[in-house]
């Protein structure tokens, strides 16, 4: 079965196909068809004027329209879409998801930091690792961070908070935010036994890539720190040629490293796994979840 997932969020947008297979013991196994992302951008509006501008929505319905093109190539007959961060602040996301739905069909649905946070656990990372540890996940976006911890396989708690890649560049960020942060995570992991992190988002994906470590192999909060001090001394225009980053890769980086650091900081922990999903992953997994239930998936 063939299944595709639609994330607009505050600094990309993504199409991902999967195709969903029997795996071991009849479970399923998702395996990526294509992953397409187009850098829209909508925090640098949202953020700074409350809205969408009318030049960010010609090209989120052109990016939608493409993706609708894809699908029907790629013949996929499921599909779930949501938007995130940006969506939920814009003043005018109702009417921006209505002209979406008349021009493409597709329907986007705006959904919570909690549900955020939710979707991206359903990849069920954790499962394959040690029942007895504690695990951090950590989901950076241009808008939030989504915070999920687990521990002995039990969900402890979930929590989103307005600390992105692009508020920090935009300098949108309260010494008070970053401090509520703080104490949420340190209150609610004390007593804790040995915590693992788990990174998600395209900013950690591209530290991984550029560590040249084996997939499965974590990175080191020192490996964190000293790619933060080497970024922060080096222009956008270096970023961008010496690790042939993206423009728009390269000017969130730096933020992105600031939060994963402080998160792991706050948490005691001195390792992060990088399995390279995030929100898309979580929202097929998801849909395959309501197809099975009800009795499409077989």
Not at 12 to 24: F, M
Not at 114 to 126: G, R, T, V
Not at 129 to 143: P, R
Not at 165 to 192: H, P
């Amino acid at each position: 079965m063939r299944l595709a997932a639609i994330d607009i969020g505050s600094n990309a947008a993504r199409l991902l196909i999967s195709d969903v297979v029997p795996g071991p013991q009849n479970t399923p196994e998702f395996i990526k068809v294509t992953l397409i992302r187009v850098p829209l951008r909508l925090g640098f509006d949202v953020f700074d004027k409350g809205e969408i501008s009318a030049g960010k929505l010609e090209k989120i319905i052109k990016t939608i329209k493409s993706y609708k093109y894809l699908l029907d190539v790629y013949e996929v007959k499921h599909l779930k879409a949501c938007a995130t961060s940006a969506m939920r602040e814009a003043r005018n996301s109702g009417e921006i998801i209505k002209k979406v739905k008349s021009e493409t069909g597709i329907e986007i649905k705006i959904i919570s930091g909690q549900e955020e946070a939710s979707l991206i656990y359903e990849n069920h990372i954790a499962d394959n690792m040690n029942a007895s540890e504690s695990y951090l996940y950590i989901d950076v976006g241009g808008g939030s961070t989504e915070l999920t911890f687990f521990s002995d396989s039990k969900l402890i708690f979930k929590e989103s908070f307005n600390i992105g890649t692009i508020r920090l560049l935009k300098n949108q960020v309260t010494e008070a935010t970053w401090d509520e942060m703080k104490q949420f995570i340190k209150s609610k992991t004390k007593g804790y036994h040995h915590v693992t992190a788990i990174g998600s988002g395209g900013n950690i994906n591209k530290i991984f890539s550029l560590s040249k470590k084996k997939e499965g192999k974590p990175l080191s909060l020192d490996n964190l720190r000293e790619y933060y001090k080497e970024f922060s001394n080096l222009s956008l225009q270096q970023r961008m040629t010496v690790h042939k980053m993206r423009e728009d890769r390269a000017d969130v980086i730096v933020p992105a490293l600031l939060i994963y650091i402080n998160a792991m900081r706050w948490t005691d922990t001195e390792e992060i796994y990088v399995p390279k999903i995030g929100l898309a992953d979580g929202l097929i997994h998801t849909l395959y979840e309501e197809l099975k239930d009800q009795e499409i998936i077989v």
